[in-house]
């Protein structure tokens, strides 16, 4: 025992004396210059699903200098290889990591953020495991699938104590206009919103077709009902109404949810019930015309396809002018991706906190299981259930397919 505490000694000290012996570099990038921070002050960050507006949202976070991109994952090899790509051209280096599976990615202690952007159907299981690793979290929206999502990706959030983004750049910087007036008191007392968005998702039915060698189509399908591939069934193209995931019932709820976040978003803005959910769901059919009006608890009601009503047409109280108040606005420089760096900076909310944007995409669900069952609801929105209405909770949520649960 003693002639081995010797000799690791000695190894030890020759160790040790050939490591003070090599000159220590460290490299220009990793100090800054310019306006690029030194790498302890950049949020390195990695994403998942990096198709459509993955790649937007992909090409914000890395032309950023206070960001330092090292990972990317999709379930399709051709996507992620060519994101990979666009990371080591930025860095003119080869150190991006590709991986097919987000839990991988999730796992890398050196990653401070995410941003997701896959179909609708995966957005909660990603970010509340992202949470659970102590990630901070951009998705894009809409943010959830179901009803009952929604709380689980807030309670992750808070849990963990991690910044959660929701992802529409259009509730702040294309509704402005409609904001504005009502937040500085020029409409006077409002009255009512109306959105005017759809349609609902469909079923999809499209024949079978050969699995191209790229993509992993099992982790594709995750939590959704086993289906076979067809290449419309999982385009991402911007499409509600057919040959893509957004239109089809097992990963989106169509235009009502994907439009219906920014529309939705902007109009619970303009009328400021961003933190509120609606009490009850007014069924109108009227002739031919089906519409909904959402009332709050405040009496304000938000209207949807109401007839002869314009989108974002805000009610207000002619001849009367209020005071105004402060309107919310982007912390840091950057937009919303410039938002959400700022909040990881500084652990404060961002402008999209995930509770505004669950509470925005709340709606969309809320109006989607009224029109499905044709009639008015009662909505409990601190229990998180329709009041006295079985039939109606049974949409609350969907099963997932093993092994995939929140």
């Given at each position: 025992m003693a002639r081995h505490q010797n000799n690791?000694?000695?190894?030890?000290?020759?160790?040790?004396?050939?490591?003070?012996?090599?000159?220590?570099?460290?490299?220009?990038?990793?100090?800054?210059?310019?306006?690029?921070?030194?790498?302890?002050?950049?949020?390195?960050?990695?994403g998942i699903g990096i198709g459509n507006m993955g790649r937007g949202d992909q090409g914000a976070f890395l032309g950023r200098s206070d960001v330092q991109y090292v990972a990317v994952c999709d379930c399709r090899s051709d996507v992620r290889d060519a994101a990979k790509a666009k990371v080591d051209e930025r860095y003119q280096n080869a150190d991006c990591t590709a991986y097919g599976d987000f839990r991988e990615l999730l796992?890398?202690?050196d990653v401070d953020a995410v941003h997701v952007a896959t179909p609708d159907h995966w957005h909660a299981i990603m970010v509340v495991e992202a949470c659970r690793n102590g990630k901070d979290v951009y998705c894009q929206k809409p943010e959830t699938r179901?009803?009952?999502?929604?709380?689980?990706?807030?309670?992750?959030?808070?849990?963990?104590?991690r910044v959660v983004s929701g992802g529409s750049q259009r509730v702040l910087e294309d509704y402005r206009d409609t904001v504005e007036p009502c937040w500085?008191?020029?409409?006077?007392?409002?009255?009512?919103?109306?959105?005017n968005v759809g349609p609902l998702?469909?079923?999809?039915?499209?024949?079978?077709?050969?699995?191209?060698?790229?993509?992993?189509?099992?982790?594709?399908?995750?939590?959704?009902?086993?289906?076979?591939?067809?290449?419309?069934?999982?385009?991402?193209?911007?499409?509600?109404?057919?040959?893509?995931?957004?239109?089809?019932?097992?990963?989106?709820?169509?235009?009502?949810?994907?439009w219906g976040a920014h529309h939705f978003g902007g109009a619970t803005f303009a009328i400021d019930v961003r933190e509120d959910q609606p009490e009850e769901v007014i069924y109108h059919d009227?002739?031919?015309?089906?519409?909904?009006?959402?009332?709050?608890?405040?009496?304000?009601?938000?209207?949807?396809?109401?007839?002869?009503?314009?989108?974002?047409?805000?009610?207000?109280?002619?001849?009367?002018?209020?005071?105004?108040?402060?309107?919310p606005s982007y912390k840091?420089?950057?937009?919303?991706?410039?938002?959400?760096?700022?909040?990881?900076?500084?652990?404060?909310?961002?402008?999209?906190?995930?509770?505004?944007?669950?509470?925005?995409?709340?709606?969309?669900?809320?109006?989607?299981?009224a029109y499905q069952l044709r009639r008015s609801l009662r909505w409990n929105a601190v229990e998180q259930q329709f009041v006295d209405d079985a039939e109606a909770n049974r949409f609350l949520d969907r099963a997932r397919r093993e092994p995939w649960q929140l």
């Amino acid at each position: 025992m003693a002639r081995h505490q010797n000799n690791s000694r000695r190894d030890f000290l020759r160790t040790a004396g050939a490591a003070v012996s090599i000159p220590y570099v460290i490299t220009s990038s990793a100090l800054g210059a310019g306006d690029v921070p030194p790498a302890s002050d950049r949020i390195v960050m990695g994403g998942i699903g990096i198709g459509n507006m993955g790649r937007g949202d992909q090409g914000a976070f890395l032309g950023r200098s206070d960001v330092q991109y090292v990972a990317v994952c999709d379930c399709r090899s051709d996507v992620r290889d060519a994101a990979k790509a666009k990371v080591d051209e930025r860095y003119q280096n080869a150190d991006c990591t590709a991986y097919g599976d987000f839990r991988e990615l999730l796992a890398r202690a050196d990653v401070d953020a995410v941003h997701v952007a896959t179909p609708d159907h995966w957005h909660a299981i990603m970010v509340v495991e992202a949470c659970r690793n102590g990630k901070d979290v951009y998705c894009q929206k809409p943010e959830t699938r179901t009803l009952a999502e929604g709380p689980a990706m807030v309670a992750a959030a808070r849990r963990y104590s991690r910044v959660v983004s929701g992802g529409s750049q259009r509730v702040l910087e294309d509704y402005r206009d409609t904001v504005e007036p009502c937040w500085n008191g020029e409409k006077g007392t409002i009255r009512s919103i109306n959105v005017n968005v759809g349609p609902l998702s469909q079923p999809c039915n499209l024949p079978a077709e050969s699995v191209p060698e790229t993509m992993d189509w099992e982790m594709w399908l995750g939590p959704a009902p086993w289906a076979p591939y067809n290449k419309a069934r999982c385009d991402g193209n911007f499409s509600t109404g057919g040959g893509s995931w957004r239109s089809y019932i097992d990963y989106s709820g169509g235009g009502m949810t994907d439009w219906g976040a920014h529309h939705f978003g902007g109009a619970t803005f303009a009328i400021d019930v961003r933190e509120d959910q609606p009490e009850e769901v007014i069924y109108h059919d009227e002739s031919d015309r089906k519409y909904l009006s959402f009332r709050y608890p405040s009496g304000v009601m938000l209207h949807h396809n109401k007839p002869n009503t314009g989108n974002l047409q805000v009610e207000g109280t002619p001849g009367e002018k209020i005071a105004g108040k402060p309107l919310p606005s982007y912390k840091g420089h950057g937009g919303i991706y410039g938002d959400f760096i700022e909040c990881v900076k500084t652990r404060e909310k961002p402008f999209r906190d995930i509770e505004l944007a669950v509470n925005t995409v709340a709606l969309s669900h809320l109006g989607i299981i009224a029109y499905q069952l044709r009639r008015s609801l009662r909505w409990n929105a601190v229990e998180q259930q329709f009041v006295d209405d079985a039939e109606a909770n049974r949409f609350l949520d969907r099963a997932r397919r093993e092994p995939w649960q929140l």
